[in-house]
């Protein structure tokens, strides 16, 4: 059985910072590329960050870009999501997500290019 599990996610002031972990059980994804997704109330789920399995690319959503930084720990098994100078607009819950395909150089800035998926972190940023 897999499991991806997110942690870090909490009730934080505009302008503060979060990071986020998603540990990864069950099984290896040292090649396999990883993402991030968030999904707030009413709203699709909508990406957010993706690393390859080497972690020497990274890919941002245009709203988190220069705030957010994706990285990855592949003997932890694990990759992060370091959230600065958040704003309201980043109240979601956040995913964690690996890839369906493996040893791929290609950002993966899709939902459904993913197949496993963690239960969630819910970030919540207070103006």
């Known amino acids: 059985q897999v499991y991806l599990v997110e942690s870090g996610g909490g009730l934080v002031q505009a302008g503060g910072s979060l990071r986020l972990s998603c540990a990864a059980s069950g099984r290896t994804f040292s090649g396999y590329a990883m993402g991030w997704f968030r999904q707030a109330p009413g709203r699709e789920r909508e990406f957010v960050a993706t690393?390859?399995?080497?972690?020497?690319?990274?890919g941002y959503a245009d709203s988190v870009k220069g705030r957010f930084t994706i990285s990855r720990d592949n003997a932890k098994n694990t990759v992060y999501l370091q959230m600065n100078s958040l704003k309201p607009e980043d109240t979601a819950v956040y995913y964690c997500a690996v890839d369906k395909g493996q040893w791929s150089s290609t950002l993966k800035m899709r939902g459904n290019e993913y197949y496993y998926w963690g239960q969630g972190t819910q970030v919540t940023v207070s103006s």
């Open positions: 690393i390859t399995w080497s972690g020497d690319n990274t």
